[in-house]
């Protein structure tokens, strides 16, 4: 957690715990893994399932931790706040400091381009004056820590990721954030397992409105708004489209889009609605990402922000690391999009790559499995072997375990694919060197357990 220090005797308010040894003048930092800790941090010990924190008090005084948060007084020798349920407790303190914020605060939600999106909000609104969450520090841990990095801060703005997988776990999220602003970026096939359908991912993706402030309003794809569980909020929402699509539905505000190609990499984007037009340069071939950096533009421009701000800031993001970045690599072009997927965000990929590499020359597709995809996944993983296009001289390796990736095998089939053009894995280590010495365009998405990123060959 960065930003002020925190007042000891703040978090004994906040918490309703009570300081054991000497009270702590100022706290420099939270931290509930003691691996990763800094000097100073007040270490949290988080009790969950197996994982008891009281355990790791030790390695985190060992680690530099100057205080502790827990539900039970140790024989330390550092200050204990003793509480009675330490998750319960950061949330309370998150929620505290979240009153004390006077500036709007957007939450930003998703199946997939949660991340990407917070970070064009964040260019948008101007990176010095808009607080926004590190990496993707989006769930039940990562949202009290972020929301106490307002602490005593003077930002503008602050964009805040909630990430879910679970039912009951965002109305939580939504009570630290309580939002001003709110952008849905989709709802997808994602954690399927906990959330069961694309319905039920609509309606706990919903629920990050419950705390929402009065006045507060939304954005969010056409999409996403016609699903049965944004119906009682679209007269506070603002619908995001391509133009030429129809809205059978009345939002609040309707603001249309469209995007060209022009060059290898960039695409020129045009916002229109009555009384604001724009356009802007964005370096990326995603229609996914297209349509994030609608959403952040247009809600910069809800917040204040005027045409040149919003332009210099949209054209100043690049993708971050693991997500849709296309470089080269010796003699290969490697589109590489290995932070994590889903079947929404693979087949946006797959569209990225083909306007990339288009069909000269070979290209290579490493695909790893999808995860959390509940009983459909099979079905799933099936449908995105279909998707991929076969081309004489394509090379295809499908990463995961055998039921997934024999999945991906039965679809490719179907669509072309023979035999001998297809390979599986069950893990990264039995292809390294897949890549060394190939020539083409190369294709690397899957889950984040799959790590297809290592198969990169260093320059």
Not at 48 to 60: I, K, L, N, Y
Not at 65 to 76: F, K
Not at 313 to 319: D, L, Q, R, V
Request: glycine content about 10%; proline content about 3%; hydrophobic content about 40%.
């Amino acid at each position: 957690m960065r930003g002020a220090q925190i007042k000891g005797t703040d978090l004994a308010e906040w918490s309703g715990g009570t300081w054991i040894g000497s009270v702590p003048e100022r706290i420099e930092s939270l931290a509930f893994d003691s691996r990763s800790l800094d000097e100073g941090a007040l270490f949290i010990a988080l009790t969950h399932g197996e994982r008891d924190g009281h355990s790791f008090v030790e390695a985190a005084i060992n680690a530099g931790a100057s205080a502790c948060m827990v539900e039970r007084s140790l024989p330390v020798s550092i200050p204990q706040l003793v509480v009675s349920n330490t998750l319960e407790a950061l949330a309370d303190c998150a929620r505290r400091v979240r009153a004390d914020f006077t500036g709007p605060v957007v939450a930003v939600t998703g199946s997939c381009g949660k991340t990407s999106t917070k970070e064009m909000l964040q260019m948008v609104l101007g990176k010095e004056q808009c607080h926004a969450t590190r990496a993707n520090w989006n769930n039940h841990l990562g949202v009290p820590l972020t929301v106490l990095e307002l602490y005593r801060q003077s930002y503008r703005f602050s964009v805040i990721e909630a990430g879910i997988s679970e039912r009951g776990e965002m109305a939580h999220l939504s009570s630290m954030i309580r939002p001003d602003a709110t952008i849905f970026t989709n709802i997808g096939a994602a954690h399927l397992e906990g959330l069961g359908s694309l319905d039920g991912v609509a309606e706990e993706k919903a629920h990050l409105l419950d705390s929402a402030t009065e006045g507060a309003w939304l954005i969010a794809p056409s999409d996403v708004l016609l699903r049965p569980a944004f119906k009682s909020v679209r007269d506070r929402a603002i619908a995001v489209y391509r133009q030429g699509e129809t809205l059978p539905i009345s939002c609040a505000e309707n603001w249309a889009y469209r995007w060209d190609q022009v060059g290898s990499d960039q695409v020129e984007v045009h916002i229109d609605r009555e009384g604001f037009g724009m356009k802007y340069r964005l370096q990326t071939m995603s229609a996914g990402m297209v349509q994030n950096s609608v959403l952040a533009v247009v809600c910069g421009a809800r917040l204040g922000r005027d045409s040149a701000e919003l332009i210099a800031g949209i054209e100043a993001w690049k993708p971050s690391e693991n997500r849709g970045v296309w470089a080269r690599f010796g003699e290969a072009w490697i589109y590489e999009d290995s932070y994590n997927a889903n079947p929404t965000s693979m087949l946006d990929a797959l569209g990225a790559f083909h306007k990339l590499a288009g069909t000269a020359g070979k290209r290579l597709y490493v695909i790893g499995m999808m995860n959390e995809l509940g009983k459909d996944a099979e079905h799933l993983h099936r449908g995105i072997g279909e998707a991929v296009p076969y081309q004489k001289g394509d090379r295809l390796i499908f990463i995961g375990e055998d039921q997934w990736t024999d999945a991906y095998i039965q679809g490719a089939q179907s669509a072309g694919w023979s035999d001998s053009e297809l390979e599986s894995f069950t893990s990264i280590q039995f292809c390294k060197g897949v890549l060394d010495n190939f020539s083409g365009a190369v294709f690397l998405k899957g889950s984040r357990s799959c790590q297809l990123e290592r198969l990169i060959p260093p320059i």
